[in-house]
């Protein structure tokens, strides 16, 4: 039996497609001691994690080295004050001591917040304020450092406290800051179980939204078990495989696809720290070391398929989430290698809510079917069901004793009142417009705010979107509605070029009539604005109100 299968009832029919799930689990399951300590027991030298950077520098660590190094984390942390609730900002790019603190914190039933290391000195601020953390843990590097002690001082927080880790800069940090690194090293290991509840705190992630101030969301013990479905029938990975999800540990696709499921369904994870994507250095290391599933952005399949997607043999399995995928680009990446690129779709505030599962037929283009985890619809704004082919909001529908699904966030915290908001009219709304075909997969349309409304017509910026992607030129673009006293809004395309290609007025008309010719009239691109780069938030998504 795999260890998964300990905490859920799942259901799978002939062709291996999962029809239904539950999840099984005591009322006191802690992801360190229940999965991590666990596989170390059974199987100390089994590999949990290979990391590497882009200067060759390398480290496996196995269950049982996971294991000791966070009972000493743990340890170092319950030394320096930080007790059960407490929240703990954790700042480190793609350092392996990221897994190490995850684990740690678990186990003593502290709160892990994720935050990535972009982040300003008021950005800092905010996130310690809103939240009110005991301490922080920064990565080395990029003055990360100074400018969490500047944050700290600028939110007030003044019993913050700071680690950070031990290299050749120590000089640049601040005085007062605990060394993480040789206070693990001399830790002494917990020896006891710390006494957690499924049901309490373990997570927090500050939303990527692309207006308004980051929402705090907070994930119970629960949430790991709930993306059992996400690594081993969407991600697809295997007993002893490598999976290699391309995220940062600030952002939530890092819990999504590299450590929870992942390790649940057996799986060792690929660490490739880096910091300007390379494509080709990306796929050196899927084959340097035998990588055997792969989730990416669509963003990072965007630039493969653009540069020259290499063989990759070792590749069983791609996925992608984040945003959309272009079909174009789904095509093209499976004619390199004969994968098809499995599309999923979620939220921060929860697991995979619709993804192409094992045993699915693929449309390129679709987010496919919901997940058994959660009951998904299509509602019109009036609260109906949306028929066929009609665009409506994804909304989740809660557990049949009125509870919420396993895996769905339980609070905004500072801000319980947005949450209710969330969930009028007794569903969750995601906020989410997509339409479902007449074999139930959903199709994307866009953020409800993103919906264009012009000459009387509601058009999904996607669908065009996937048009422009086919033209050769276009590396990336974004299509929006500006005012238009005509139309009310008319469709505007801001399009950022392939390497080596010139913007021009000719390129931008045969751009607009290669869209126009393959649309009908009313979904016409009317202005179109070359970038040299596509404005993002820090966790890499398209900025439309700056296009506007």
């Not at 027991?41 to 882009?54: G, H, M, N, S």
């Not at 320096?80 to 897994?99: A, F, P, T």
């Not at 000195?121 to 310690?128: G, H, K, N, Q, T």
């Amino acid at each position: 039996m795999k260890l998964y299968q300990k905490y859920c009832k799942e259901t799978v029919d002939a062709a291996g497609r999962l029809t239904a799930f539950e999840l099984v689990y005591p009322p006191d399951f802690n992801f360190g001691y229940d999965v991590v300590d666990a596989i170390a027991a059974a199987r100390p030298d089994k590999v949990a994690l290979v990391w590497c950077d882009t200067s060759g520098a390398e480290k496996v660590l196995t269950f049982g080295e996971v294991k000791d190094l966070s009972d000493r984390a743990a340890q170092v942390f319950l030394s320096n004050g930080i007790s059960k609730g407490d929240m703990v900002m954790v700042m480190l790019k793609r350092r392996w001591e990221y897994w190490v603190t995850a684990v740690a914190l678990a186990k003593i039933g502290a709160v892990l917040a994720p935050v990535t290391h972009k982040l300003t000195e008021e950005d800092i601020a905010y996130r310690l304020s809103t939240a009110h953390m005991k301490a922080v843990l920064s990565v080395e590097t990029d003055d990360a450092p100074a400018r969490v002690a500047a944050g700290i001082a600028l939110s007030g927080e003044t019993g913050c406290k700071l680690f950070t880790l031990d290299t050749e800069r120590q000089a640049e940090k601040p005085a007062d800051a605990v060394n993480f690194t040789k206070e693990l090293a001399a830790a002494a290991p917990i020896t006891a179980r710390h006494k957690t509840a499924a049901e309490e705190p373990m997570l927090a992630y500050f939303t990527s939204g692309t207006t308004g101030h980051p929402k705090g969301v907070l994930h119970n013990h629960i949430y790991p078990l709930a993306h059992i479905p996400t690594a081993a029938y969407w991600q697809r990975v295997r007993e002893d495989g490598l999976h290699f999800t391309v995220a940062e540990t600030g952002w939530a696709k890092s819990s999504w696809g590299k450590i929870y499921g992942q390790w649940l369904a057996g799986s060792a994870v690929m660490v490739y720290d880096f910091d300007n994507f390379d494509p080709r250095g990306l796929m050196h290391v899927i084959n340097r070391y035998g990588v055997t599933t792969f989730c990416a952005p669509p963003t990072i399949y965007r630039y493969m398929v653009k540069t020259g997607v290499s063989a990759m043999p070792s590749l069983e399995h791609a996925t992608t989430a984040g945003e959309a995928l272009n079909p174009e680009v789904s095509d093209r990446f499976r004619e390199a290698t004969g994968l098809a690129i499995h599309e999923g779709y979620g939220q921060t505030e929860s697991v995979a809510i619709l993804a192409n599962f094992r045993g699915q037929a693929v449309k390129p283009g679709s987010m496919g079917l919901p997940n058994p985890v959660y009951q998904v619809s299509i509602q019109k704004l009036d609260g109906a069901p949306a028929p066929v082919g009609e665009p409506g909001e994804i909304v989740i529908h809660p557990k049949a004793d009125g509870g919420s699904p396993d895996g769905l966030f339980y609070d905004y915290f500072g801000d319980h009142a947005l949450y209710e908001a969330v969930w009028e009219g007794g569903v969750y709304h995601t906020g989410d417009v997509a339409y479902a075909d007449e074999d139930g997969y959903f199709w994307f349309q866009g953020r409800a705010d993103d919906i264009i409304k012009t000459g009387g017509y509601r058009v999904g910026p996607f669908e065009i979107e996937n048009v422009l992607m086919e033209h050769p030129a276009v590396m990336e673009c974004s299509v929006v509605g500006v005012p238009d006293k005509l139309r009310g809004q008319a469709i505007k395309a801001v399009v950022a070029l392939a390497p080596g290609t010139e913007p021009t007025p000719a390129l931008a008309k045969e751009i607009k009539d290669f869209t126009n010719k393959r649309v009908a009239d009313y979904k016409w691109i009317r202005q179109l604005e070359f970038v040299e780069e596509m404005p993002k938030t820090v966790s890499g998504k398209i900025k439309k109100k700056d296009q506007r």
